[in-house]
């Protein structure tokens, strides 16, 4: 605790503040200028007229593949394709969200759990989408673990159209009016992991999953 | 030894020549594309730089702030004034937890610091986990670069350690390199019982710390071990998560002309109970360690540093003899401002001089910093305090006796050029200063030719009238 003291003591004494700590009115102040949220200039861009187009866009710029199906129930059946184009094996891992979906019928081997190290595919959803740059939002709960788009070397995320926003400021608006706060993991995604650490030369595939498809439902 | 030396022996290494050149123009072209993309640079800009001041104008309310509520959230907040308690307060951490193995995400601060030596000495095995990080591990060698660390090795120097580390045959592709790294390092992910990683910014509102990379090694280190430990520097803090999508918006565009990056990790406390993932504890340590010195004066803005490395890619000094010549862990424009201030500019010899003020630092500097300003105020702080060599600041105080007197300096300056012309001979090039010959080793001087300045100056203005 010296260590914290001594910290803030001397912040203020360059500052020129008196005493050793904030005192009760300049942390109201700090918290009065942290409830404006104020929101700084952002990219023509982010306000596209085609939103839908603008995430694809910047999917096809991050190597993020996309396919877009007319009903949640069409979704076992575009994964089953993607998986055989990319000479995948038919089983994934995934959310308790996507259980029910008829998994069989499209010849995939559904786990309903957390991915593991063995796991090659990986579906989550994702709580939201950012169209300025084609991201997907996932925030992690005992529901929705992280695991399932880290692990795999493939991932593969449902992403609901409503739900494609234009800008991260707006995806944390939505946050804080349905979760209130950030949860343990807020987890932008966007596109598969790279490297460009051996020569500047971009490499995909780091350490996270080598393909990200996005399955965009209504 | 000082930058001097350290330089001329960088740039006596053609390999390394070779390596930086390569780089260069990735980095340059790179950013120059991205901004010219975004449309609104300038206003984001100066958005950016008013959020981060905002925040260091009341510094100690921000962190306390920051403090009670990562605190609310479960996170353990420990504050370290120096790098020894830094190093201390996580070793401790490893020990209270019988930690093993840790694996690392990059993070400045802990090379500031020294941490992974510390950690060893406590006996516990360290794994850099960033691929540059991890190459330069083994290899046992400091990052020559903020972001990219390994910028200044070949490929064919990544292979040869590859071949010594893993013990498989030699590989000539660069995909093939990194395939293996993922496979050596995935087994560490998932063993090591501590985590640790740097914070970007950490965010007051929330109690959010954050991390920001392209392979996801970050995520693995915050997810998978038992123990997460965030070591971060107190002037990282950031009030808002829009204050955060402000500069996310400059970071990686500066950086290396990304958009975004592949991984933008917000974290805010350990697991909850039923979650399949995430920490069982975590851990902020927020460091000082010199940063308190710059507050208060013309310093202070140079906290606003968010760390992208695009002075040091835009300076000509850095391009030409890379990050180590520096002599510690922050190179180009910005460690020339920094180095002196955190490790005391009697230490830093010629830092603050290793620059040629062309202000390409300045031009790109994402949050405005004035760089060379600040390089120029900590030159007069040098020649104040006399640390600078007596010969210079003899020469120094003789052309300032000169400048203020115009006549003087007319008529040294004529006899000057003049007996300049002649020494440079037939090709007009001088290969030799008597008493400087440090500065014409490595080129020629090009001889001044015909009159001066100021003659020509005062023959324009009489033809005219
Ligand atoms: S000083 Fe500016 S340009 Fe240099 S690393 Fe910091 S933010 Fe980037």
Known sequence: MAARRGILARIRKAQGRDGEEPTAAELAAVREAIARHEVGPQPPFAHAPDRLAQFRKECDRLGTTHATVSSLAEVPAEVARYLAAGALAPAVAGWGEFAGLDWAGAGIGYRNRPADA?????????????????????????????????????????????????????AFALMRSEAGEPPRATFFVSGPSRTADIEQTIVIGAHGPYRVHAVIVP | MFFKQRASEKLGDELLQGNMRKAKGKFVDGRAKAVAEFGVWEEVRAHAAKVRDRALANLDAYLVEFEANATRRGAVVHWAETAEEACAIVAGIARDNGVRKAAKSKSMVSEEVNLNEALEAAGVEVIETDLGEYILQLAHEPPSHIVAPAVHKSKEQVAELFVKAHGKPRLTEIPAMTREAREALRGHFLSADMGISGSNFVIAETGTTLTVTNEGNADMVTTLPRIHVVITG???????????????????????GQTVTNYLTLTTGPKMPDEADGPEQMHIVLVDAGRTK??????????????????????????????????????????????????????????????????????????KIPLPDLMRKLREQQFDRKLRPWPERMAIAAWGFAATRPALYAFLSRVGARVAAWMGGSDGLIHRLPGLDGWTKGRDMPAPQGRTFRELYALRQGNRR
């Not at chain 1, 005992?142 to 695991?147: S, T, V």
């Not at chain 2, 009030?239 to 290396?256: Q, V």
Request: negative net charge; proline residues 7%.
């Open chain 2, 234 to 256: 107190i002037e990282k803090v950031i009030g808002t998560l829009e204050d955060f999508a402000t500069l996310i918006r400059l970071l990686p565009r500066s950086a290396i």
């Open chain 2, 294 to 367: 710059l507050l208060g004066g013309p310093m202070q803005e140079m906290l606003r540093c968010i760390r992208c490395g695009a002075c040091m890619n835009h300076c000509p000094v850095y391009q030409n003899v890379g990050g180590h010549a520096y002599g510690w862990v922050y190179p180009g424009p910005m460690g020339s401002i920094l180095t002196p201030v955190y490790v005391g500019l009697e230490n830093a010899g010629d830092l603050p001089n290793a620059a040629t003020f062309c202000g390409e630092c300045a031009v790109a500097c994402p949050v």
């Open chain 1, 118 to 170: 063995n796991d090659a595919t990986g579906l989550t959803g994702c709580f939201c989408a950012i169209a300025e740059t084609g991201t997907l939002l996932l925030l992690s709960s005992p529901a929705a673990p992280k695991l399932n788009a880290l692990l795999p070397e493939t991932h593969v995320c449902v992403v609901r159209a409503a739900r494609i926003l234009d800008t991260m400021e707006e």
